[in-house]
């Protein structure tokens, strides 16, 4: 198994470009969360699913727009980037099992705004 | 709303030394704890969660954890620390349905020959 993957790795863009990061897992676990990671203020949650067609937002999803149309997928659209959306991101998803599994997390896409 | 607080942003030690990070929690309900470690330019591993069973967990790389309900405390220790420990380990509470977690803003262990 792969488990979480993300792409791509690293990435520059220019004030009001847009651009989707990808996840993909082969876990098919229900359950899949995007955060950002800013230094110092550890993991903030952007937007999860609980199935294909579910989503919901975190505590930070200004911004961003998320869709689930397979278990597998669960891309993050950033629509007119902005310097305060650099930031390294990461995609994680977990079982849809009883309270407290494991959420598993990809390597990460650096994301700079510029 | 539940959150955690990590005291002390880096924490540095000496090669065999005992490792002690600190988290302390708050909840209004019982609280599903996690240490989750990240090495650099990769992404977070769980090392260890309590889920309301036995208040002392054992974790991967010799790390263990104890539930303290009365110090509302979380910390993660481990003997003897090693090299390869140096990474930044983040204490996180499960915040409501779809295992939703908050985390803290994590601790850099420094291990020093």
């Known amino acids: 198994n792969a488990g979480v993957t993300q792409t791509p790795k690293f990435r520059i863009l220019k004030i009001g470009q847009s651009m989707t990061l990808q996840c993909t897992q082969d876990?098919?676990?229900?359950?899949m969360y995007w955060y950002r990671q800013d230094p110092g203020m550890g993991l903030k949650l952007i937007y999860y699913s609980v199935g294909a067609g579910i989503t919901d937002k975190g505590e930070v999803p200004n911004g961003y727009n998320v869709s689930r149309s397979t278990t597998e997928d669960f891309p993050l659209r950033l629509e007119l980037a902005a310097p305060s959306q650099t930031s390294v991101y990461f995609c994680a998803s977990s079982y849809s099992g009883p309270l407290g599994e494991t959420q598993y997390f990809g390597p990460g896409t650096r994301l700079l705004v510029l | 709303a539940q959150s955690v607080t990590q005291l002390g942003s880096h924490v540095s030690v000496s090669e065999g030394a005992l490792v002690l990070l600190r988290c302390n929690y708050s909840?209004?309900?019982?609280?599903?704890l996690f240490w989750y470690v990240q090495y650099p330019n990769q992404g977070l591993q769980l090392l260890l969660k309590?889920?309301?069973?036995?208040?002392l967990v054992k974790g991967i790389n010799g790390f263990e954890a104890e539930f303290k309900k009365s110090e509302t405390s979380f910390h993660l220790t481990k003997p003897s620390a090693h090299m390869s420990d140096a990474a930044e380990y983040f204490c996180a509470v499960l915040a409501g349905g779809g295992n939703k977690l908050t985390f803290g803003t994590g601790t850099q262990l420094k291990v020093e020959l």
């Open positions: 309590y889920t309301s069973a036995a208040t």
């Open positions: 909840s209004s309900v019982p609280p599903y």
């Open positions: 876990m098919n676990h229900n359950y």
